[in-house]
């Protein structure tokens, strides 16, 4: 029979070479009670001399950790505990120490173990001839082999390893430091580091070098980017990169704080180049949340770049308008504020900032309420905007505006007897408009605007002995809004969508400067069938009938005339997680004016989203020209450890593609390549096309990592 009792001094051992969880475990130094470790063996036995001996299959369990081994001795004249191999000593999940034999002293905090390798979150290997323990918080390795990679009998050899004279493992710091390191490749050596730093597996943050990158770029030159991380504090980082070459000498950084109710990041980046000589060129990218005091939150998005072409030639945005934001905001169950102001700055060449809007300011209020005299739900709301050019030009590409405007908005649902859905719509908006700097319109506008109509759905669901379900919705509203409208300029709703989202919606324009009007009926039908195999169809069908056409909407937009193109959407989702969408604006003759196509599919070994859009030429809208584009962005993993990656966007009008990357990464349990290519092809005054080349090696097993990988199989 296997014997089992309480052994304190066994529990100082596992004490003393657990991580740093373990490490900080209470101590006899600190005044508190040690905690007990319980021992299992085949046979426990105390002689004369005051040797405790455990002999045969001997386990020991303290807190979370585990001991194995053959035989455990205690001499407590000498106060030398040994322990018989082979040992195994289990951590929980975030280490395993392995041993043939092992010497440590009274306390347990110092000894030998020879023969051992210590092996970090099932990652990382360390092994060596002899292992020392030293205070009970620090390894230290002789003559030390460390890789993450698979051995395989038939390849002895690892993919790479690094080979030191001595490493030390700080488990409060969760640190490992090498002396006289060299890192080895395929067994042949490739470098050598007199000292050398890294963070073992199971830790998330900690200062240091970052992987570099190889990059060559026909803009920016050839050279490597160096990133360094500062863990400024537990809420708190600094990462700055260095990007040094033949063109450019960079500095980047990015700034992260934790909040207790927000946070903040900050990006950017510092540069002179032989791109523009002599001249300081940067960018400032700010976002943050920062929550305040009775729900209110004070949100921020900076947006700051030197010139138009810096953030297109740095690969570090394609954005063509630069938007900074500052916005006080609280939303509660019945009630949203908030108060913004928000500066643009266009980087396009068709744009001169003074003639655009630059300097917009707004303000909403809204409150919902329930009465109790008429039922239903009615929503009030205040929302206010102005905004300004800073040209002093009369007419359009000086004018300044502002608007202030009321709303009220009451609907009330009732469910008839047979099924059907009837709900009552009420709506009145009063605007108040000033147009400044533009003599085409006059200087002040009072507008009352009234919206009435009902709503009619009836729903209808059917399911069939395979499981089946059918679920069908036809829904037709019936609105009236006054026709006569204030004569002022169309500033906010320029573009106009029509969609699935907003077919039934009280008017289809963004904005407050226009609203649809006059009689007209939203017509359509949702049906959606559910089958048991674990794919849904969903369809949408829908067209607006007007008996006047005054409201202006563009051709471009599908809305025009008093019969809008018919709307008709398409979704498709597979167990497999393929998805696709289709969303369709056409005419009575089967006339496309947009035509949109979506494809995402995610799974283990595909990572898709392509899209296709062809949109009819619109004035308007400033585009002179029909639209047909493809886009895709796609991972494919073709074998065990390779992924293939492509980025597309093709222009068919043009007949040539705007942007394309191809990628080929290796991935494994212990190493991580990735090569990139791209081209960039757009060009204008301000940026010429560009070809880009990245290379990344990535040693896995050091610090945390959350990369997909795939471990070899030995054969």
Not at 91 to 106: C, N
Request: include cysteine.
């Amino acid at each position: 029979m296997r014997s089992a009792f309480t052994l304190a001094l066994v529990s100082a051992f596992l004490c003393g070479t657990a991580p740093a969880l373990h490490a900080q475990s209470a101590s006899p130094e600190d005044g508190l009670e040690q905690p007990a470790a319980t021992l299992i063996a085949d046979s426990v036995a105390l002689d004369g001399n005051n040797v405790v001996r455990a002999r045969g299959n001997v386990e020991v369990f303290y807190e979370d950790a585990q001991l194995k081994a053959s035989g455990i001795t205690y001499d407590a004249t000498t106060e030398k505990l040994t322990i018989e191999g082979p040992i195994t000593v289990y951590y929980g999940d975030t280490a395993t120490l392995l041993a043939s034999a092992a010497e440590m002293d009274a306390e347990l905090r110092n000894g030998l173990l020879k023969s051992a390798r210590l092996v970090l979150d099932q990652q990382l290997q360390l092994a060596a001839a002899e292992v020392r323990r030293i205070d009970g918080r620090y390894t230290r390795l002789g003559n030390t082999v460390a890789s993450s990679c698979k051995v395989c009998a038939a390849d002895p050899v690892p993919l790479w390893q690094i080979r030191a004279r001595e490493v030390i493992h700080d488990e409060l710091e969760r640190q490992l430091y090498f002396t006289d390191a060299r890192l080895e490749v395929a067994g042949v050596p490739i470098a050598y580091l007199p000292r050398l730093r890294l963070p073992d597996p199971t830790l998330e943050r900690a200062n240091g070098f970052l992987i570099p990158t190889i990059r060559s770029d026909s803009i920016v030159g050839q050279g490597i980017e160096l990133p360094y991380f500062l863990a400024i504090g537990e809420d708190k980082d600094l990462t700055i990169s260095p990007l040094i070459t033949t063109n450019t000498r960079t500095l980047q950084f990015r700034y992260r704080q934790a909040l207790n109710a927000g946070d903040i990041e900050v990006n950017g980046a510092i540069t002179r180049d032989d791109i523009r000589p002599g001249d300081w060129r940067g960018y400032l990218f700010a976002d943050g949340s920062i929550g305040l005091r009775n729900d209110f939150v004070f949100n921020f998005d900076i947006e700051i770049t030197s010139d138009k072409a810096y953030l297109l030639e740095y690969d570090y945005s394609d954005t063509d308008r630069l938007e900074s934001t500052v916005e006080l905001a609280r939303t509660r169950r019945d009630t949203y504020f908030s108060t913004n102001y928000t500066h643009y700055r266009s980087l396009r060449d068709s744009e001169q900032n003074d003639e655009i809007p630059t300097e917009v300011v707004e303000l909403t209020y809204e409150r919902r309420f329930t009465p109790s005299l008429f039922g239903g739900t009615l929503t009030t709301a205040f929302d206010g905007q102005g905004f300004m050019r800073t040209s002093d030009t009369d007419g359009p590409t000086g004018r300044d505006m502002a608007r202030a405007s009321l709303q009220m908005d009451w609907q009330r649902t009732w469910d008839l007897n047979n099924g059907m859905l009837v709900k009552a719509i009420g709506a009145a908006n009063a605007d108040y408009y000033l147009v400044n700097q533009d003599s085409s319109y006059d200087e002040a506008q009072l507008h009352l605007t009234p919206t009435a109509g009902v709503e009619l759905r009836w729903p209808f669901m059917k399911s069939e002995s395979s499981g089946v379900v059918h679920s069908l919705e036809p829904v037709a509203q019936l609105l009236w809004t006054d026709t006569s409208a204030a004569d002022v300029p169309n500033e906010v709703s320029t573009r106009v969508e029509f969609d699935e989202g907003n077919l039934f919606s009280l008017s289809r324009f963004p904005g407050f400067d226009r609203y649809e009007r006059g009689f007209r009926a939203n017509i359509g039908a949702n049906w959606t069938r559910y089958d048991p195999d674990g794919w849904t169809l969903g369809v949408t069908v829908g067209k607006i009938f007007r008996d006047t056409d005054v409201n202006g909407f563009s051709t471009g937009s599908g809305l025009s005339g008093t019969e809008s193109d018919w709307l008709a959407a398409a979704s498709v989702t597979f167990p497999n997680n393929l998805s696709l969408i289709n969303r369709a604006l056409f005419n009575s003759a089967f006339e496309f004016t947009k035509n949109e196509t979506r494809v995402s599919w995610v799974n283990d070994d595909v990572l898709l989203s392509s899209s296709y859009v062809w949109m009819v030429e619109d004035a308007s809208q400033s585009r002179f020209d029909d639209t047909s584009e493809w886009t895709m962005d796609a991972e494919y993993r073709f074998a065990r450890n390779w992924i293939g990656k492509v980025d597309w966007r093709y222009d068919f009008v043009e007949g040539s593609a705007a942007r394309a990357g191809v990628g080929l990464e290796y991935v494994n349990e212990c190493i991580s390549v990735d090569l990139s290519l791209s081209r960039r092809f757009t060009s204008s005054s301000n940026v010429d096309p560009s070809t880009s080349v990245g290379l990344q090696v990535t040693l896995l097993g050091f610090g945390e990592n959350n990369r997909r990988q795939s471990v070899r199989e030995c054969y």
